[in-house]
């Protein structure tokens, strides 16, 4: 079956950069999705399409895609980002649809 | 702007059959798009249920493919999620969602506990 996987955990300090990754074989093929899920709340998409911003998610949010990995970045962290992250993609096929097993992101 | 709304059974009994059904407001779901669930266990990641396109085409996940039905009923805008022969593991939140570029549009997710 196929895997995405995330570093369970980063850590940083407001004003900071984090940056989260999520490695997976048909990476180089599929998009990437992000999704951020703060405590007691169903997720929300933050980049689809490896990079593509949606509207009403802020400017400090961006990504980007290298070979098999794909990075979200957060510039200048805030106390309110403080949530777990999720990649999402597809197996090669483009029919099924997998999860990474998401990164917690905590806010110093 | 897409509303959705899960409803069903809080509690399920192993080896019984969950069901779950989802209101769509805000868009005709025979207009377009795909429609899926997609569950989370207390204090763990999200898994990929199913889905289905607008036509009725379903996609399922294989690990759960043998237990899983999903399907569109377009008279009251809705759609429907049937997984059987249930155990403790099935234990999690629900969420309906539907997906045009992304996963764009959750419900609020509704917990669903398999106890006797």
Known sequence: SYELTQPPSVSVSPGQTARITCSGDTLPKQYAYWYQQKAGQAPIVVMYKDNERPSGIPERFSGSSSGTTVTLTISAVQAEDEADYYCQSADSSDTYVVFGGGTKLTVL | QVQL?????????????????????????????????????????????????????????????????????????????????????????????SYRTCFDSWGQGTLVTVSS
Do not use: M
């Open chain 2, 5 to 97: 709304q899960e409803s069903g059974p809080g509690l399920v009994e192993p080896s019984e059959t969950l069901s779950l059904t989802c209101a769509v407001s805000g868009y005709s779901i025979s207009n377009g798009y795909f429609w899926g669930w997609i569950r989370q266990p207390p204090g763990k990641g999200l898994e990929w249920i199913g889905s289905i396109y607008y036509s009725g085409r379903t996609y399922y996940n294989p690990s759960l493919k043998s237990r899983v039905t999903i399907s569109l009923d377009t008279s009251k805008n809705q759609f429907s999620l049937r997984l059987s022969s249930v155990t403790a593991a099935d234990t999690a939140v629900y969420y309906c969602v």
